[in-house]
């Protein structure tokens, strides 16, 4: 058996509390209790998955999609704050089936991309397709973010302004946001360290994230409209 789970669901002592990251935390205590009694059970924890490496087709749902999709529609981004995981979907795939069909040792599997990339670098590359995307801070960002959700009613942004507001209220400090922002994301040193029996570290030989992978998911990823703007923050 092999289940598909998160690195970002805490460890055993602290589920998450989210419903989704607390559904993955269960499973995983019941994959535990499936090896104690000698089945044959491997857990691979996924990191951010992101679109096709070649095709670009984003989910939709995803805090990635709506994260860069904000920033490619106010034409602003949080400078040197965001850093992620980045699991192109097919890589993901070819991993997983590359695990079955080589059985590892390990029971628990964190697999996830070695460097991973930063917003910076996917804005780098919007801006070579052609998208006016400007550096800020993070509460500029954020600022603008409100700005224009309140002046078009666009849904994708009201749902990302609400889980930056909800990871404000979840940390100690809840002003920092430049921190909230920091901390939204799957990075490859998120890696759990106390998730389970014979945890393996699979950050597979992958490629960079270089601008052949980005520009893609960028393309897809952009607003319906080719034009772009940048608030003053």
Known sequence: MHHISSLNIGDRANPPGDG???????AERLAERAIGRGYDVTV????????????????????SYRFIRACL???LYPEGLVSLD???ADWVAEAIVDSVLEPRSSHMVDL?????????EIMACA???????????????????RSRGEWDGDRSLHSLLCLIDAALQEQEDQD???LALSNLFIRPDDALRDGGPSIG???????????????????????????TRAYSA
């Not at 996830?112 to 910076?120: M, R």
């Not at 570290?201 to 034009?227: G, N």
Request: charged letters at 20%.
């Open 176 to 178: 920092d946001v430049d």
């Open 44 to 63: 691979h924890r996924l990191g951010e998955v992101m679109p096709h490496s070649r095709l670009g087709f984003p989910n939709t749902t995803a805090l």
């Open 20 to 26: 989704y990251g607390l559904s993955k935390w269960a």
């Open 86 to 88: 980045y699991s192109p």
């Open 201 to 227: 570290r699979a950050a597979p030989d992958w490629p960079e994230i270089d601008a052949d992978v980005l520009a893609p998911m960028v393309a897809q990823t952009a607003p319906a409209s080719a034009q």
């Open 127 to 145: 801006g070579r397709t052609g998208a006016e995307v400007k550096p800020t801070g993070g509460p500029g960002f954020c600022r603008a973010l």
């Open 112 to 120: 996830h991309h070695p460097t991973g990339t930063t917003i910076d």
């Open 73 to 75: 529609t106010i034409g």
